[in-house]
């Protein structure tokens, strides 16, 4: 079964009591037994299993090419179900540039419970290498990387992972399923915040993983189970939605994403444009490889004055595009991660990634192209 299709019918089934084309929302918290202990279709208590979480759980399975899929309340709830897995003097390599939220669970949390994390841009396979030691036990990246759109090659790491036993998790948020699948590349866990693109409509906040093994996968249901990071029915409904036109909105942002990002590359006010589909994107090549012939709605820009000032007035002056935290819906939006997304991140560890005050990063929706790009134009004049 191609993409597609496999949005639209991968791991559903009609509701087998009425025929119910879409699966109902199941708005309910236990479930009657048969007996004590007897369960009906498997199904006890809605923090264990809810039968609309379960569709979008095998959706999310399907559409990843993994052996299980969890949803849960937000994407760091489904983040923090992994690190569930370390325990003291554990250590984690991580992508130098990530999430804000992300950065801010490994540093301010899990660091503190003894955990070391050591931050590296994978691009470089020998320093990555170097960091490995008999405590290292996971490695987690994000590609594109999120806001410099950094490229990691999935395989390569997932080669090196493999051989020395330890767990690769990839954050496939920016790309998404329909660009690029990093389980087939050998990833072993991935997560999304489908709160973003999966869900698509900027209406839910949800995480999900997707596990290769049946048997890991079994242990994190657990975690979650016994954690309580699970995501509601009418949420898990809404999501489940949104991946039904996954691929056309997937194909739509990515067009005008690199509609955008060519009119930034020639734009005299803009310094340097961040966006792998661009020919002189560092990485890609990389992203030629590994993700499907197009690549995403994000779209990252600097000002050749270097002035934050600048950022801040260009984004204030947007009319189409909306100034707010979040990506991946159908609306566009604009955002200035030292300031929003990435606030979490000391300054002096920013600057050092490449964030820089003048950074702007953009969601480009599925609108017209050219209402974008205008209304780029006039924020800039």
């Known amino acids: 079964m191609k993409f597609n299709t496999k949005a639209i019918h991968g791991g559903q089934h009609h509701e087998e009591h009425t025929g119910a084309v879409m699966p109902p929302v199941f708005q309910t918290s236990t479930f009657a037994q048969k007996s004590p202990g007897v369960l009906i279709n498997g199904y006890e208590y809605s923090r264990g299993a809810n039968p609309t979480r379960t569709a979008l759980e095998n959706a999310l399975a399907s559409i990843e090419n993994g052996a299980r899929g969890l949803a849960f309340s937000s994407g760091l709830a489904a983040t923090d179900c992994v690190m569930k897995l370390l325990k003291p003097n554990d250590e984690v390599i991580a992508m130098d540039d990530l999430y804000g939220g992300t950065y801010r669970m490994f540093t301010r949390i899990y660091q503190d419970m003894g955990i070391k994390f050591h931050f590296v841009d994978m691009n470089d396979l020998d320093k990555f290498q170097s960091l490995i030691n008999e405590n290292t036990k996971l490695v987690w990246v994000e590609t594109p990387t999120n806001p410099l759109m950094k490229v990691v090659d999935i395989a390569a790491i997932a080669k090196i992972t493999k051989a020395k036993n330890i767990l690769f998790a990839v954050d496939n948020t920016f790309a998404t399923p329909y660009l690029q699948r990093p389980i087939d590349l050998g990833a072993d866990i991935v997560m999304h915040s489908a709160t973003k693109y999966l869900g698509g409509h900027s209406d839910v906040i949800a995480g999900a993983l997707i596990i290769k093994d049946a048997e890991l996968g079994d242990k994190m249901h657990f975690l979650q189970f016994a954690t309580g990071a699970t995501l509601g029915p009418q949420d898990s409904y809404l999501v489940l939605r949104g991946i039904k036109t996954l691929h056309l909105r997937v194909q739509r942002h990515s067009e005008n994403g690199q509609k955008v990002a060519e009119y930034l590359a020639k734009h005299p006010k803009v310094a340097k ?71 979490s991140i000391p300054e002096p560890k920013r600057k050092e990634i490449g964030i820089t005050d003048d950074l702007v990063r953009l969601s480009v929706g599925i609108e017209d192209a050219d209402d974008l790009i205008n209304d780029i134009e006039q924020a800039f004049s």
Do not use: C
Request: proline share 4%; charged share 20%.
């Open 273 to 343: 444009v961040y966006y792998p589909g661009l020919e002189n994107h560092p990485n890609h090549d990389i992203a030629k490889k590994q993700m499907s012939g197009q690549f995403g709605g994000m779209v990252s820009f600097t000002f050749k004055s270097g002035a934050k000032a600048d950022a801040i007035k260009f984004l204030e002056d947007l009319k189409v595009f909306t100034l707010a935290e979040s990506l991946g819906g159908v609306e566009s939006l604009a955002n200035h991660p030292a300031l929003m997304t990435h606030a």
